[in-house]
């Protein structure tokens, strides 16, 4: 009896142990994530400024000086908007006043508990951006910005237009996506960023940092210089497809239904100037008609095609993005001598 009694228990044993194991690696896999996060937080450094938005810290990078500022937004799932959008902005930064932004759970902002409604996302956006405006002294005030939206980004840049509208003096979309898309979006694909999110946090990710897998996840530009490839891999090993941008994601056809609903009701962007820029390989078969959708949003608007996908911001795109830009502004600058 007793050697069937010994038998039972390693059976018991063998059985646990494998679950065991596995938990035990999970645990080991966290603790390793925490450490190489509080690690790269002291490591990585800062380029801009945290500013308290109800309770949130988000970041805020300025630079240059001029009397139309660019305020720039990236895609979704950006670690980094800073280093996704570099090469445009420090093209931009020498004869002009450029500020990038990280919505919650990008870049240097923290997480936030909130819905990611697309009014919640703008009203976070418009409390940021005029964090420095002191009542009653009008030269402390942000002037009207030249909102440049890359992808999904532009969701948010056309909302903060129909509630905001004193504040965009333009807007230019990188492959933005338009309102109708974003309405009619599935997220079959959401497993998928569910998976990196706990291979993330588990760090497998981590482990698997050098793979060619974690560099299209991380939107790896190996234009970009060391530093910069560095900075986005540090913070995507941390929050890349982290809950806020998962939220976001899921929030896509509702978000794009509220801005369709207020097109509907009248409030498109009037004679606010809109430039759209679309990449010739977009692998959407209905994008042109998206793209056409964007134009229809304003009286003054006008289309630019570039070769190459922007999902990542190719060097050779990068010449014709930034004279859209620029000539966008002098545009504005024409617009406004004719009063």
Same mark, same amino acid.
């Given at each position: !009896?007793?050697?069937?009694?010994?038998s039972?228990?390693?059976?018991?044993?063998k059985?646990?142990?494998v679950p065991l194991?596995?938990?035990?690696?999970?645990?080991?896999?966290?603790?390793?994530?925490?450490?190489?996060?509080?690690?790269?937080?002291?490591?990585?450094?800062? !380029?801009?400024?945290?500013?308290?938005?109800?309770?949130?810290?988000?970041?805020?990078?300025?630079?240059?000086?001029?009397?139309?500022?660019?305020?720039?937004?990236?895609?979704?799932?950006?670690?980094v908007?800073?280093?996704d959008?570099y090469?445009?902005?420090?093209?931009?930064?020498?004869?002009?006043?450029?500020?990038?932004?990280?919505?919650?759970?990008?870049?240097?902002s923290?997480?936030?508990?909130?819905s990611?409604?697309?009014?919640q996302?703008?009203?976070?956006i418009?409390?940021?951006?005029?964090a420095?405006?002191?009542?009653?002294?009008?030269?402390?005030?942000?002037?009207?910005?030249?909102?440049?939206?890359?992808?999904?980004?532009?969701?948010?840049?056309?909302?903060y237009?129909?509630?905001?509208?004193?504040?965009?003096?333009?807007?230019v979309?990188?492959?933005?996506?338009?309102?109708?898309?974003?309405?009619d979006?599935?997220?079959?694909?959401?497993i998928?960023?569910?998976?990196?999110?706990?291979?993330r946090? /588990?760090?497998?990710l981590?482990l698997?940092?050098?793979?060619?897998?974690?560099?299209?996840?991380?939107n790896?530009?190996?234009e970009?210089?060391?530093?910069l490839?560095?900075?986005?891999?540090?913070?995507?090993?941390?929050?890349n497809?982290?809950?806020?941008?998962?939220?976001?994601k899921l929030k896509?056809?509702?978000?794009?239904?509220t801005?369709?609903?207020?097109?509907?009701?009248?409030q498109?962007l009037g004679?606010i100037p809109?430039?759209?820029? /679309?990449?010739?390989?977009?692998?959407?078969?209905?994008?042109s008609?998206?793209?056409k959708?964007?134009?229809?949003?304003? /009286?003054?608007?006008?289309?630019?095609?570039?070769?190459d996908?922007?999902?990542i911001?190719?060097?050779?795109?990068?010449p014709?993005?930034?004279?859209?830009?620029?000539?966008?502004?002098?545009?504005?600058?024409e617009?406004?001598?004719?009063?």
């Amino acid at each position: !009896m007793r050697i069937k009694r010994t038998s039972r228990r390693k059976e018991k044993f063998k059985k646990r142990l494998v679950p065991l194991t596995i938990l035990g690696l999970v645990i080991l896999g966290i603790i390793y994530q925490q450490i190489a996060v509080y690690y790269n937080a002291s490591h990585l450094g800062r !380029m801009g400024r945290l500013i308290d938005i109800d309770g949130v810290n988000m970041h805020l990078y300025e630079s240059g000086n001029s009397d139309i500022p660019i305020v720039f937004t990236a895609n979704i799932g950006s670690n980094v908007p800073y280093v996704d959008l570099y090469p445009i902005h420090s093209a931009l930064s020498e004869n002009n006043e450029v500020m990038i932004y990280d919505r919650p759970g990008y870049g240097w902002s923290d997480y936030t508990s909130k819905s990611r409604d697309i009014d919640q996302i703008c009203e976070e956006i418009h409390t940021l951006l005029h964090a420095d405006d002191i009542p009653g002294d009008e030269d402390t005030y942000l002037e009207p910005f030249v909102y440049v939206a890359q992808g999904m980004g532009a969701l948010e840049a056309i909302r903060y237009a129909q509630l905001y509208p004193e504040d965009v003096a333009g807007i230019v979309f990188i492959e933005g996506t338009s309102p109708s898309f974003a309405a009619d979006y599935n997220n079959i694909m959401i497993i998928e960023s569910f998976m990196v999110n706990g291979l993330r946090n /588990t760090g497998l990710l981590r482990l698997m940092s050098n793979s060619s897998f974690v560099r299209r996840t991380l939107n790896d530009n190996n234009e970009l210089t060391d530093n910069l490839r560095e900075l986005n891999k540090g913070i995507g090993l941390e929050k890349n497809w982290n809950r806020n941008v998962i939220a976001e994601k899921l929030k896509f056809p509702a978000n794009g239904q509220t801005i369709l609903d207020a097109i509907n009701a009248g409030q498109t962007l009037g004679d606010i100037p809109v430039r759209v820029i /679309t990449s010739e390989s977009n692998v959407y078969s209905n994008w042109s008609r998206t793209q056409k959708s964007l134009l229809s949003l304003s /009286t003054d608007s006008s289309q630019t095609f570039v070769k190459d996908s922007t999902t990542i911001i190719n060097e050779s795109d990068v010449p014709t993005i930034v004279s859209t830009i620029d000539d966008l502004i002098t545009h504005i600058h024409e617009l406004r001598d004719d009063y």
